[in-house]
């Protein structure tokens, strides 16, 4: 709950700007030009200064697309000018922004805007509450994952329909701040009741409670028992308001409260007065033991959130577009997509970098996506640039090695480039395992005979093993010999 001033960054167009409040409502809208051919930075701090004074900004969100780092440090010289006044700021991901604003979700919401400042509004939005304005988004436009266009559409969206729902059921959402597609996916409620919902949060303020919810138009008591429990309301007068307790649980949390002596307010968070209650006095036929227990451990932990601390990564100043990087030094990156080969980290410099499964960790990974998720920030090391095709090789490994080269940089379909090439047409080193593979492979057999001679244990001088090679199937051998007949050609 942050009043937030978004930029959606451009040169020859300028940067478009946004004013939301602190539950996302569109106030204001402008455009500045500080970047080149216009180089207005006077003009363009004078306006943005009189925004947040007016509107009393905690946050700037900076869209990452082009302009983004020059944006970024406009706004740094604004911070060093008024020291104290300028709020902090933080690059977005823009995946997506494009499609929402020419959406008829965004043409519904905002019909007398262009589609630049349904933009910033995007952006500035995804600062807020990411969940509540992305599932407005198809997840093909969103870029996460490897086969979005390949898969059924239709079970992709009953998929993304699944995810959403489970997140519902698990947080809740918060009604002061939620849109209405995400809204729309709570128990009970249609898409007309759920933008009902919406504009008269928008017309009349924040809900001070669920019971406000009962004054929006169609919200009937059938519809405020299936959804009671899955809306929040952070700050309410009523902690319970702000926890999975359905409301027609009130009175016997508070039955429970007297029972231990201690108010509503004060037992709510308090592990010592939850656990002095006991369930058996508080059994019924209405309320069961599944349903008490529910109860007690929101009470313990109310507004149970799964996820982690909101963290931002801060990018490095003096390094603004992909020429500027250097081999071997660390920056911080924000996870943009993970797939089956590796994840893709945004380093600031308008081009994702690839680091490779194999440089994931000290240690052996299987699956990329058991160690990283979209959103993590994340330190990565610069391994190889290649500034004419944009692609960028990073690592998370600790030690640097010689084969970590080998990764090499990826582009949007993650094609290698660079490393040794070692037996097998492989890699000069198993990075997986961070040893090198043994020398005397199949290239270093000229011959059919030489090969023949390998598998039978019988190597050329100096290529002698340690140990008698074990009898290769036909399939292997036939599979050795389609290597070096590829070779050859």
Not at 67 to 84: N, V, Y
Not at 334 to 348: L, P, Q, W
Not at 374 to 393: L, P
């Amino acid at each position: 709950h942050k009043a937030v001033l978004a930029l959606d960054p451009g040169f020859r167009t300028g940067c478009k700007v946004a004013v939301l409040d602190e539950n996302g409502k569109f106030l204001d809208h402008g455009i500045i030009k500080p970047h080149e051919p216009h180089n207005d930075k006077a003009g363009a701090a004078v306006y943005l200064m009189q925004l947040i004074d007016k509107y009393k900004i905690d946050l700037i969100a900076i869209g990452n697309g082009t302009a983004s780092r020059e944006t970024d440090a406009f706004c740094g010289e604004m911070a060093l000018k008024f020291k104290g006044k300028v709020p902090p700021r933080v690059i977005v991901s823009e995946a997506g922004a494009s499609v929402y604003s020419a959406s008829m979700i965004a043409i519904q919401e905002f019909p007398k805007e262009d589609v630049t400042t349904r933009g910033a509004i995007s952006i500035g939005r995804r600062l807020q509450d990411p969940l509540a304005e992305l599932v407005k988004v198809d997840p093909q436009s969103i870029g996460v994952g490897q086969y979005q266009h390949d898969v059924n559409q239709r079970e992709l969206k009953k998929r993304l329909d699944e995810v959403v729902e489970s997140c519902v059921n698990m947080v809740g959402v918060d009604v002061n701040s939620a849109s209405a597609p995400l809204l729309s996916h709570v128990a009970g409620l249609s898409n007309t009741l759920s933008e009902a919902i919406v504009k008269y949060r928008e017309e009349n303020g924040a809900f001070a409670s669920r019971d406000d919810l009962k004054k929006v138009k169609g919200f009937g008591p059938k519809a405020f028992e299936q959804a009671a429990g899955f809306m929040r309301i952070p700050g309410a007068e009523n902690p319970l308001d702000d926890s999975a307790v359905h409301p027609e649980n009130y009175a016997l949390v508070e039955q429970m409260a007297e029972k231990v002596g201690v108010p509503v307010k004060d037992m709510v968070g308090n592990a010592e007065a939850v656990k002095a209650i006991k369930l058996d006095e508080f059994l019924s036929d209405e309320v069961g033991k599944a349903t008490l227990e529910d109860i007690l451990k929101e009470l313990q932990k109310p507004s149970r959130d799964p996820r982690k601390e909101f963290r931002y990564a801060k990018f490095d100043d003096r390094i603004k577009t992909i020429n500027d990087l250097v081999t071997g030094s660390w920056m911080e990156g924000v996870v943009t997509n993970v797939a089956n080969f590796g994840a893709f980290v945004d380093i600031g410099v308008h081009q994702d970098g690839l680091v490779h499964i194999s440089e994931i960790s000290d240690k052996y990974v299987t699956d990329a996506k058991e160690v990283l998720t979209v959103g993590d920030v994340v330190k990565v090391r610069v391994v190889a640039v290649d500034a004419n095709q944009k692609r960028i090789s990073l690592s998370m490994k600790q030690e640097q090695t010689d084969g970590v080269a080998g990764a090499g940089a990826s582009g949007p379909r993650g094609q290698r480039v660079g490393g040794p090439r070692g037996n097998f047409g492989g890699r000069g080193r198993d990075n997986n395992r961070g040893n090198a593979r043994p020398q005397g492979g199949i290239q270093g057999h000229a011959t059919i005979a030489d090969l023949k001679n390998k598998i039978a244990g019988k190597e050329r001088p100096g290529f002698a093993p340690k140990k008698p090679a074990a009898p290769v199937q036909v399939g292997k051998l036939n599979s050795m010999l389609k290597q070096i007949m590829k070779k050859a050609k």
